[in-house]
């Protein structure tokens, strides 16, 4: 849900680049930046490549990026389309994962307002997924995430926005409890809940 025009233009207000990843709630533009990878000439790309082996697992991931962005402009591409202000690079990771006989081929894309070069655009995927990793760590070993039922229709998706909601709230916690002791205390504490809550408005 961050790749949009308005996240992206929030971002460089606060004056930052923005690298958001192009997930299926873009399907059009998902499957232009796969076509163009695909078919571009290999001027216009730069790719760099990393592999990693582990307990019988093998993981190459190649990392290519282009600077040609032009084609992307809402005139050039297809009625309708979005405007992501400063776009400079459109980048994609190709990995490709074995286990023994098992093959699995997966696509990312991104696009960022800054111009990436393919290593720096692999450091800066690398530290994403390290964010990403750690919060779901302290998120199931705070709220059991992993253990979670939920599965029909957005029932996981809004439980985890509301999961990071809560998160945010009791590490903001003004005191030297562990995040699980503050949790635990909020839910037999009415005044501490409401303290983590913060000042009642009427």
């Known amino acids: 849900m961050g790749c949009n025009p308005n996240i992206a233009q929030s971002i460089l207000d606060a004056k930052a680049d923005y690298l958001l990843a192009v997930k299926d709630n873009q399907p059009t533009l998902h499957a232009e930046i796969k076509s163009y990878f695909d078919t571009a000439p290999s001027d216009t790309i730069e790719q760099s490549q990393t592999i ?17 962005v032009d084609w992307m402009t809402p005139e050039r591409s297809y009625p309708g389309a979005f405007r992501f202000p400063k776009l400079t690079t459109i980048a994609m990771v190709e990995s490709r994962t074995e286990r023994g006989e098992k093959i699995e ?40 995430e992993d253990q979670s ?18 998160l945010n709230l009791i590490r903001q916690a003004n005191d030297k409890r562990s995040i699980k002791r503050r949790r635990k205390r909020a839910s037999w504490d009415p005044m501490y809940l409401l303290q983590i809550l913060g000042p009642v408005r009427y």
């Open 105 to 144: 081929i997966e696509r990312r894309s991104y696009i960022s307002s800054r111009i990436l070069q393919a290593d720096a655009f692999a450091d800066a995927v690398r530290s994403h997924w390290a964010i990403e990793n750690n919060l779901h760590w302290t998120l199931d070993m705070t709220f059991n």
């Open 149 to 166: 039922r939920l599965r029909a229709g957005h029932g996981a998706k809004n439980m985890a926005v509301v999961r990071h909601f809560a």
């Open 52 to 68: 990693d082996k582990d307990h019988g697992r093998l993981e190459i991931r190649t990392h290519t990026v282009s600077h040609e």
